[in-house]
């Protein structure tokens, strides 16, 4: 009878947990499925593969090798220890079974009691990371470290169950089980009877603490644990921060951009309940660090807070989610405006789509083409913007630079170099269009950068031709900053000229213009393969057409521009270029490669006063400024505008110069360089 009731028991809790666990899995799917349709992609087997590679593989956690390693152990050791929890219900339902593994039980038994040890080992560094060494991007209190209880819970009950079932039993003491044998060495003297009322008392509370943590998971932060396997089959598979088209001439749309949770598509809302809550996206992003009150971590809550109240009041007369549990609080949070409210604009336009915290992210989550999309409702659909975005745009419109400066003087930039920079009317044959940009055409700075690059490509007899007054700004800053139709505009004129001149290879200074250009405008029919001027110096510095013979006595440190490098994926062949020039020594600032700092420019930021917080140009520049360089090098004019004035700034002109790969391989490359380049002292 007494055997009776436990079954019993066990059926209705289980029963219970099981149907609770789905009607808030079932719920979260229904606030999925209300954002527009999945982003397409690759197949589904394909998608599983790369699933699989990143789940098992956990590569992004392990870019923090203290925090990952413990992530490791928790994960692999749930996956190990699934087997014991299958063994020890069955236990308590058929008193003393074993899983058949025969004579090999043994070692599952050895594994399974070093993994429970292992995994409290993690659980209690997780415990002194959030709680004593109070990392900052970690949240404190109580539903923060509910899962340490649960987990702990887990991995004691399972080895007092082990332990206490041993007693009674007779199993002698065994090195395959040090745990719970040295546990029931401790109790040995307890009787069969009492032994067995302890396992099931243990059993019990193992049950318990296994089913209410499966509860607990979907409604908590931990949901990732189901939604961020969905979020990484999902994720993208187009080149890194490709933004999505919009149909500009859809005639039955009444807005454009994202101004609601369910204008987003449902791959985005999946990133709002895959994310760990884990701070890593925050403590890298240049806004945040600088003190704006961007903080992508909390962007990706808030909206899902707002979601989730807006959607629990769709779908509150559902089977699975009462409209009981919808209350004023909740009401509140969905009446709430999405940009505007829950999410400022001064976020909004904090960021610099540098893509850190994407990068950062270990569940695959992609908070910029969220931040993009909300700009556009604010550009396209409210016409709102800073003032200074808004006289960039109409410069842009009216004289395709975003100073306004003359149309007719873009050309200027090659005064003396007519000869080896012809236009594409000039000349009859080129192998490269020279894309110079609205940088390299009109900034007294990048000026120099594009005659550099102009003169080693003549000097390696490259055939190469700009388009002079005919070409016009790239739509890169129009398109981050949410100006998706100038954007449009001028992809198709640019296309448009590329294909009169049967232009098949690009080549710029700038790698807004090159990922732009690259990624984005295949889309619009671009035909064209697009390289960026240091990936054409190392080719022809490896090919040796380019010889930097001359010595430079110089402790270089590089930065890497975002759209360069996290974008592109382009790190090593600036720096090949650099480790080729004779007296050259190459530094490294702490935060290099992925990991690399923004400059501050990116996004439409550097036409945008920045208002809050420091200026992360200048946090940038202390940063290179800690190695102790005579010289910082980089590879887009963006960065090199904004690192100088950090090193102006930091009233540092006097001992360190910044310059771009081109000019400084020019000056070690030229037989009879003349006067040092100017350098932005």
């Given at each position: 009878?007494?055997?009776?009731?436990?079954?019993?028991?066990?059926?209705?809790?289980?029963?219970?947990?099981?149907?609770?666990?789905?009607?808030?899995?079932?719920?979260?799917?229904?606030?999925?499925?209300?954002?527009?349709?999945?982003?397409?992609?690759?197949?589904?087997?394909?998608?599983?593969?790369?699933?699989?590679?990143?789940?098992?593989?956990?590569?992004?956690?392990?870019?923090?090798?203290?925090?990952?390693?413990?992530?490791?152990?928790?994960?692999?050791?749930?996956?190990?220890?699934?087997?014991?929890?299958?063994?020890?219900?069955?236990?308590?339902?058929?008193?003393?079974?074993?899983?058949?593994?025969?004579?090999?039980?043994?070692?599952?038994?050895?594994?399974?009691?070093?993994?429970?040890?292992?995994?409290?080992?993690?659980?209690?560094?997780?415990?002194?990371?959030?709680?004593?060494?109070?990392?900052?991007?970690?949240?404190?209190?109580?539903?923060?470290?509910?899962?340490?209880?649960?987990?702990?819970?887990?991995?004691?009950?399972?080895?007092?169950?082990?332990?206490?079932?041993?007693?009674?039993?007779?199993?002698?003491?065994?090195?395959?089980?040090?745990?719970?044998?040295?546990?029931?060495?401790?109790?040995?003297?307890?009787?069969?009877?009492?032994?067995?009322?302890?396992?099931?008392?243990?059993?019990?509370?193992?049950?318990?603490?296994?089913?209410?943590?499966?509860?607990?998971?979907?409604?908590?932060?931990?949901?990732?644990?189901?939604?961020?396997?969905?979020?990484?089959?999902?994720?993208?598979?187009?080149?890194?921060?490709?933004?999505?088209?919009?149909?500009?001439?859809?005639?039955?749309?009444?807005?454009?951009?994202?101004?609601?949770?369910?204008?987003?598509?449902?791959?985005?809302?999946?990133?709002?309940?895959?994310?760990?809550?884990?701070?890593?996206?925050?403590?890298?992003?240049?806004?945040?660090?600088?003190?704006?009150?961007?903080?992508?971590?909390?962007?990706?809550?808030?909206?899902?807070?707002?979601?989730?109240?807006?959607?629990?009041?769709?779908?509150?007369?559902?089977?699975?989610?009462?409209?009981?549990?919808?209350?004023?609080?909740?009401?509140?949070?969905?009446?709430?405006?999405?940009?505007?409210?829950?999410?400022?604009?001064?976020?909004?336009?904090?960021?610099?789509t540098c893509r850190n915290c994407e990068d950062q992210c270990p569940v695959g989550n992609e908070h910029v083409d969220m931040i993009v999309d909300m700009r556009r409702y604010l550009v396209l659909t409210e016409g709102s913007m800073p003032g200074e975005l808004s006289r960039t745009f109409q410069n842009i419109e009216r004289q395709s630079n975003p100073w306004g400066l003359n149309r007719n003087d873009r050309?200027?930039?090659?005064?003396?170099?007519?000869?080896?920079?012809?236009?594409?009317?000039?000349?009859?044959?080129?192998?490269?269009?020279?894309?110079?940009?609205?940088?390299?055409?009109?900034?007294?700075?990048?000026?120099?950068?594009?005659?550099?690059?102009?003169?080693?490509?003549?000097?390696?007899?490259?055939?190469?031709?700009?388009?002079?007054?005919?070409?016009?700004?790239?739509?890169?800053?129009?398109?981050?900053?949410?100006?998706?139709?100038?954007?449009?505009?001028?992809?198709?004129?640019?296309?448009?000229?590329?294909?009169?001149?049967?232009?098949?290879?690009?080549?710029?200074?700038?790698?807004?213009?090159?990922?732009?250009?690259?990624?984005?405008?295949?889309?619009?029919?671009?035909?064209?393969?697009?390289?960026?001027?240091?990936?054409?110096?190392?080719?022809?510095?490896?090919?040796?057409?380019?010889?930097?013979?001359?010595?430079?006595?110089?402790?270089?440190?590089?930065?890497?521009?975002?759209?360069?490098?996290?974008?592109?994926?382009?790190?090593?062949?600036?720096?090949?270029?650099?480790?080729?020039?004779?007296?050259?020594?190459?530094?490294?600032?702490?935060?290099?490669?992925?990991?690399?700092?923004?400059?501050?420019?990116?996004?439409?930021?550097?036409?945008?006063?920045?208002?809050?917080?420091?200026?992360?140009?200048?946090?940038?520049?202390?940063?290179?400024?800690?190695?102790?360089?005579?010289?910082?090098?980089?590879?887009?004019?963006?960065?090199?505008?904004?690192?100088?004035?950090?090193?102006?700034?930091?009233?540092?002109?006097?001992?360190?110069?910044?310059?771009?790969?081109?000019?400084?391989?020019?000056?070690?490359?030229?037989?009879?360089?003349?006067?040092?380049?100017?350098?932005?002292?």
């Open positions: 009878m007494l055997f009776a009731i436990h079954v019993l028991a066990f059926a209705v809790v289980t029963c219970c947990a099981v149907y609770m666990t789905a009607k808030v899995l079932l719920a979260r799917a229904a606030y999925v499925r209300l954002g527009r349709p999945f982003r397409s992609g690759p197949p589904p087997r394909q998608r599983l593969r790369t699933t699989l590679a990143d789940v098992f593989g956990q590569g992004k956690l392990l870019k923090d090798a203290r925090s990952g390693v413990m992530h490791v152990v928790m994960f692999y050791g749930f996956i190990v220890l699934q087997f014991g929890a299958v063994e020890l219900i069955v236990k308590g339902l058929v008193y003393g079974w074993e899983l058949p593994f025969g004579s090999a039980h043994r070692y599952f038994s050895l594994v399974q009691e070093i993994t429970v040890f292992l995994v409290l080992l993690a659980v209690y560094y997780a415990f002194h990371r959030r709680y004593v060494e109070k990392l900052k991007r970690l949240k404190r209190g109580f539903k923060a470290g509910i899962v340490l209880i649960f987990i702990s819970a887990l991995m004691v009950t399972v080895v007092l169950s082990l332990a206490f079932e041993a007693i009674s039993l007779g199993k002698e003491p065994t090195v395959y089980a040090p745990l719970s044998s040295l546990i029931a060495m401790a109790f040995g003297q307890m009787g069969e009877q009492a032994a067995k009322a302890m396992f099931y008392v243990f059993w019990w509370l193992h049950l318990i603490a296994l089913l209410a943590f499966a509860v607990y998971v979907p409604q908590s932060k931990h949901a990732h644990l189901v939604f961020a396997p969905l979020n990484i089959f999902w994720k993208r598979t187009e080149p890194p921060g490709k933004l999505s088209h919009i149909d500009l001439e859809d005639e039955t749309a009444e807005e454009f951009g994202v101004g609601r949770t369910e204008q987003f598509r449902g791959d985005q809302l999946l990133d709002l309940y895959a994310c760990v809550e884990c701070g890593r996206c925050t403590s890298m992003c240049p806004a945040a660090i600088s003190g704006k009150t961007l903080s992508p971590m909390h962007l990706i809550m808030n909206i899902r807070d707002h979601h989730t109240a807006k959607a629990a009041a769709v779908t509150s007369r559902s089977p699975w989610m009462p409209a009981s549990l919808f209350g004023p609080e909740e009401k509140d949070l969905a009446d709430r405006r999405l940009v505007g409210e829950v999410i400022t604009e001064e976020e909004l336009w904090a960021c610099t050309i200027r930039w090659r005064e003396g170099l007519e000869d080896i920079a012809p236009t594409v009317d000039e000349t009859e044959e080129f192998e490269y269009l020279f894309f110079v940009g609205s940088m390299g055409s009109y900034d007294n700075r990048s000026i120099k950068v594009a005659r550099a690059v102009a003169t080693l490509l003549h000097l390696a007899g490259v055939k190469f031709a700009i388009l002079g007054n005919r070409e016009k700004n790239s739509g890169d800053v129009a398109r981050r900053a949410g100006n998706e139709l100038l954007f449009q505009q001028l992809a198709a004129e640019n296309i448009e000229t590329f294909e009169t001149y049967n232009v098949r290879k690009i080549v710029t200074i700038c790698p807004h213009t090159y990922n732009t250009f690259r990624n984005e405008y295949p889309e619009y029919g671009l035909k064209a393969e697009v390289i960026h001027h240091t990936e054409l110096l190392h080719r022809l510095v490896r090919e040796g057409r380019l010889k930097p013979e001359r010595i430079l006595t110089e402790r270089i440190v590089y930065h890497d521009s975002c759209y360069l490098g996290r974008y592109n994926g382009i790190y090593e062949q600036p720096r090949e270029i650099l480790a080729s020039i004779p007296g050259v020594e190459l530094a490294e600032m702490e935060r290099n490669r992925e990991n690399g700092m923004c400059c501050g420019a990116g996004g439409g930021m550097m036409w945008i006063e920045e208002r809050q917080g420091s200026r992360v140009n200048v946090l940038r520049t202390r940063q290179a400024l800690e190695v102790s360089p005579t010289l910082i090098a980089s590879g887009c004019p963006y960065c090199l505008t904004m690192l100088g004035d950090g090193v102006k700034s930091e009233e540092a002109e006097s001992r360190v110069r910044v310059m771009d790969i081109a000019e400084i391989l020019l000056t070690a490359v030229q037989p009879d360089p003349g006067p040092e380049p100017d350098s932005a002292r």
